[in-house]
């Protein structure tokens, strides 16, 4: 539920985005009318194929990640195939699909968000204090492992959404509105345009630069990462986290505080890999 208000926080589509969404959908068949300039929202099923995520056929079509160009929502990610991850994996590190038949060969968008969900075992109950777990500690550690460390290291915000209880979930709550949100999205992602890129196309130089962190907090987040056995990968991923972080609160650069939040994001990454 809370994966599919995601594009309702998101800015609308620039015109670019929408023709390129508009024209996956056209190869695949698909009525655009109703679609235009919406953000697309998709989820396949855990028994998708690779096929079914990235495209394919004898006269190549696209797959899922090219008509989610921008949100694919992938819902009990560690039962999707190993190779549908792998898969999913090398097409979140390329930013591009190709597809080679003898006759065809496609080159198809794969710039998407993606968002998956996941239980913390397979009966759903580790760390719930009102229901016991079923699962023993080796049934445990493979279920979590179908989810590789290079893809964990991916996805920038874990977050652990503990089981509310039912009167909790109805309750009425006096939250920031979706408007609200959705405002402080666009200044942030206009602040991001105005500095040259979206943070998520800064290079690792360019990243270093538009956060200008001081010698201190470099040495600090260094030892902070050697600790909780965090990969290389992880710092810079960390640091678009804690500059996309300041952005959204129209701060010229990321503080402490900020990394220290971005840091917290990675909860999987340090429960998987030390747990
Ligand atoms: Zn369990």
């Avoid at 949100?71 to 990610?77: A, G, M, R, S």
């Avoid at 198809?108 to 204090?129: I, T």
């Avoid at 942030?188 to 690792?204: D, F, I, W, Y």
Wanted: some cysteine.
């Amino acid at each position: 539920m809370l994966a599919s208000r995601l594009p309702g926080i998101l800015p609308p589509l620039s015109d670019d985005e929408a023709l390129e969404v508009a024209a996956m959908r056209s190869v695949c068949g698909l009525t655009l009318d109703q679609h235009w300039g919406r953000r697309p929202f998709r989820q396949p099923h855990h028994s998708a194929s690779a096929a079914a995520l990235v495209g394919g056929g004898s006269k190549p079509k696209p797959g899922e990640i090219s008509l989610a160009h921008l949100e694919l929502f992938l819902d009990e990610l560690p039962e999707f195939s190993r190779h549908v991850l792998e898969v999913l994996r090398q097409t979140l590190e390329s930013g591009t699909i190709h597809l080679a038949r003898a006759s065809h060969e496609r080159r198809y968008p794969a710039q998407f968000q993606l968002v998956a969900a996941m239980n913390p075992c397979p009966c759903g109950h580790l760390g719930d204090p009102r229901q016991r777990c079923q699962c023993s500690n080796a049934q445990i550690q493979r279920y979590q492992a179908r989810v590789s460390g290079p893809l964990l290291d991916r996805i920038d915000l874990q977050v652990e959404v503990p089981a509310l209880p039912a009167q909790q979930l109805t309750a009425q709550t006096q939250g920031e509105s979706f408007a609200a949100v959705r405002e402080r999205v666009i200044a942030a992602r206009e602040r991001q345009l105005a500095r040259g890129a979206l943070n998520s196309h800064l290079g690792g130089r360019e990243l270093e630069a538009a956060c200008a962190l001081q010698a201190d907090e470099r040495a600090w987040l260094a030892e902070v990462l050697e600790k909780l056995r965090l990969s290389a990968r992880a710092y810079h991923r960390i640091l678009r986290v804690a500059l996309t972080l300041a952005d959204l609160q129209g701060e010229p650069r990321p503080a402490q505080p900020h990394l220290m939040e971005a840091i917290g994001y990675r909860q999987l990454d340090r429960l998987l890999k030390c747990g």
